[in-house]
Structures are given as C-alpha cells and as structure tokens.
C-alpha cells in the first residue's frame, strides 16, 4: 500500500515562471492538504482539499497561488510567476476523513528553488 | 487562533540517554488532539506519538513518551534510551477535535544524539 506520492521532488525555476507541484494520496484517502515550510520554521498549513472542493483555502496566499483535486488524478497546487520569497518545501499530507480521530499521512515533500 | 510554542530550537542527547522536549500550546478549546512529529535529514515527516485531550492517560510509543498537562496545556516529549536514528527535527502539533482540520505545527526542535 503506497503512501502519499510527492513529485517532483527537487524543483527549481526562474522568477516568474509557473510551478506545478503534484500529489497523490494514500489509497482510499480523499482528503488532501498542503502545507510550506520555510527554512527554519515548522510547516504552515495552506490549503485543505476534498475531491473536486476547495474546502478551506485560509492559509493560502490570495494572489498566484491556487490549488485542484480533481474526481480522477492527484492534486495539484499551482504557484503562477514564483518569486524568490516562494522557495520552500512544500508537503501535502492525506486523511480518508473519518472525521476527529483522523490521521494526516505526508508525502516527502517537493523542494522548490527560485532562482 | 490556536498556537503552538516550541522553547528549545536545539536540544542533545548521549546515546542511549533519556532526554525531554517541550511543547506548549493555547488554545480555548476543549478537546483537541496532540502530536508529536519527526522528520529526519530526509525531510520525510513521520508521525512519532499523538494525544487525545479527552484522554487523561499519557501516550506511550516504545520508547517514545509524552508528559500532557491539560492544565498548563503544555506537552513534552521523552525519548527513551536514545538512538543515533533519533537525531532529527521533532514538532509538536495541534489540531481541532471537531472534523478534518488542519494541523498547527510549533517551529521545531533539533535533536543531536551523541555517540
């Protein structure tokens, strides 16, 4: 049984280019979050995602930054014209969503560089 | 808004030592859950021990324990005759009792295991 699957893992791009990072949950898990950590910091949430729903985006930044979790395939969090400010690791973690006694299973996380 | 403080950015250990993190937390909430995460140089996060609040009894994983003092809502972790394989960033976090929340992460301490 695969656990949550992050790619790519490294990734770097130019200032003002678009980033696509991807993940796909842990088998029967429909439920997805994204966090970032900066260097030196804990992980700050950003997005929580149901299949097909956005259903809290509090924590994401309102400009460049949007999210998906389609019916088929994984999600994916889009950073349109990254800057410097956006290099981080960014890691998404599954639940199936059983409610309070839950369990967020992570990925290894996606490396952003910004050149 | 809940937050979570970790006082201590870097801690060490002598191998097979016993040494204690701490974690404190505010929150007006209730009920809530507690966790305690690792993620080694792989960067891989990976779930070491969690508490219920509702739960009075310390959680315990092998050598992994946790002091909950609801009160003082303050949550450390002990770790047991400390390996080598123990050396990572440890965080503690919190998360709302009620449905599928995200976590709130502490900003980590650094844990050196000493041969």
Redesign the interface.
């Known amino acids: 049984n695969a656990g949550v699957m992050q790619n790519p893992r490294h990734l770097v791009r130019r200032r003002g280019q678009e980033a696509r990072l991807r993940c796909s949950p842990m088998k029967g898990h429909s ?1 997805v ?1 994204w ?1 970032r950590q900066l260097p ?6 950003m997005v ?1 995602l149901q299949k097909e729903n956005i ?2 985006e509090s ?1 994401m930044p309102k400009e460049r930054f949007s999210a998906e979790f389609p019916k088929e395939g994984p999600s994916i969090l889009r950073i349109q014209q990254v800057v410097r400010g956006d290099s981080a ?1 960014y ?1 998404c ?1 599954s ?1 199936s ?1 059983t ?8 990925g ?2 996606t ?1 952003l560089t910004v050149l | 808004a809940q937050t979570v403080t970790q006082s201590q950015p870097e801690m060490s250990v002598q191998e097979a030592e016993t040494v204690t993190l701490s974690c404190t937390y505010d929150t007006s909430e209730s009920d809530y859950y507690l966790f305690w995460y690792k993620q080694p140089p792989s960067r891989q996060m990976i779930l070491v021990i969690r508490q219920e609040a509702y739960k009075q009894q310390n959680a315990t994983e092998n050598r992994f324990s946790v002091n909950f003092q609801k009160a003082a809502k303050s949550f450390s972790l002990k770790i047991s005759d400390s390996q080598l394989g123990d050396a990572a960033m440890y965080f503690c976090a919190y998360r709302r009792y009620s449905g599928n929340t995200p976590l709130v992460f502490g900003k980590g301490t650094r844990l050196s295991v000493i041969a």
Do not use: C, V
């Not at chain 1, 030196?40 to 949430?45: D, S, T």
């Not at chain 1, 409610?99 to 992570?106: A, L």
């Open positions: 439920h979050y966090y030196e910091e804990g992980l700050k949430f929580y259903i809290d924590g690791a890691f973690a639940s969503g409610g309070g006694q839950d369990t967020q299973y992570f290894p996380g490396r």
